[in-house]
């Protein structure tokens, strides 16, 4: 069975700095990897995903994750953090099969302080 | 474009009442899933249909049954509500081949 860790529920970032927002992972095979967003009252909104290829993945809004096998990690990152990036932010796997399920981590809010 | 459709937006019931969500996919996608997100907590997957068939099945109670229906909306029904069903009811859409989630805006459910 997969299941998904981030071990953060919380991450303060001043407006401005890096931001890093940690995941990791367990599968018994190959994982797609997911970040999705969740701003208040509202449905996730898909960020990016890892399914092959190039260990950096780039997505929506700036944001950018690296997958690293050997640490079974898919950490979420931007370069320079917005007030708008405050929400919650959820890293979610999958087994690449036809029809799998996604596994949603426990959720990190992520603060921007302005 | 066109994004997943989940009905009521909102519900308040009793409980032992019984409620019905429903969701319309995207056109063209073949997967739907059912998830369940409590106050403060982490979607929880409950049930998932591929091109109308249950394809998986996760933490549902006993009470609550879906399906998918031929023009690919999908109802999940609660019976016998409890105080802890309230929460918020995602329903997702995807292409099987791709793995990403399109996520609707959710159905509050309140149980009073």
């Known amino acids: 069975a997969q299941s998904v860790a981030q071990p953060e529920d919380q991450v303060n970032v001043a407006e401005g700095n890096p931001l890093t927002v940690k995941c990791t992972y367990s599968?018994?095979?190959?994982?797609?990897l997911f970040w999705y967003v969740q701003y208040p009252n509202r449905g996730l909104q898909f960020l990016l995903k890892?399914?092959?290829?190039?260990?950096l993945v780039k997505g929506s809004y700036g944001f950018e994750a690296e997958f690293n096998k050997s640490q079974t990690s898919f950490h979420l990152k931007k370069p320079s953090a917005l007030v708008s990036d405050s929400a919650l932010y959820f890293c979610?796997?999958?087994?690449?099969?036809?029809?799998?399920?996604?596994?949603f981590g426990k959720g990190t809010r992520l603060h921007i302080l302005p | 474009a066109a994004g997943v459709i989940q009905s009521p937006r909102h519900l308040i019931k009793e409980k032992r009442e019984t409620a019905t969500l429903k969701c319309y996919p995207i056109?063209?996608?073949?997967?739907v899933y059912w998830y369940q997100q409590g106050p403060g907590q982490d979607p929880q997957f409950l049930i998932s249909?591929?091109?109308?068939?249950?394809?998986d099945k996760g933490s549902i109670p006993d009470r609550f049954s879906a399906q998918q229906f031929s023009d690919y909306h999908s109802e999940l029904n609660m019976s016998s509500l409890e105080l802890g069903d309230s929460a918020l009811y995602f329903c997702?859409?995807?292409?099987?081949?791709?793995?990403?989630?399109?996520f609707g805006e959710g159905s509050r459910l309140t149980v009073l």
């Open positions: 599968v018994s095979g190959n994982p797609y």
């Open positions: 979610a796997v999958s087994l690449m099969n036809r029809d799998d399920k996604i596994i």
């Open positions: 997702a859409s995807s292409i099987s081949s791709t793995g990403e989630l399109f």
């Open positions: 890892y399914i092959t290829g190039d260990n």
């Open positions: 249909f591929y091109e109308k068939m249950q394809s």
């Open positions: 056109p063209r996608h073949d997967t």
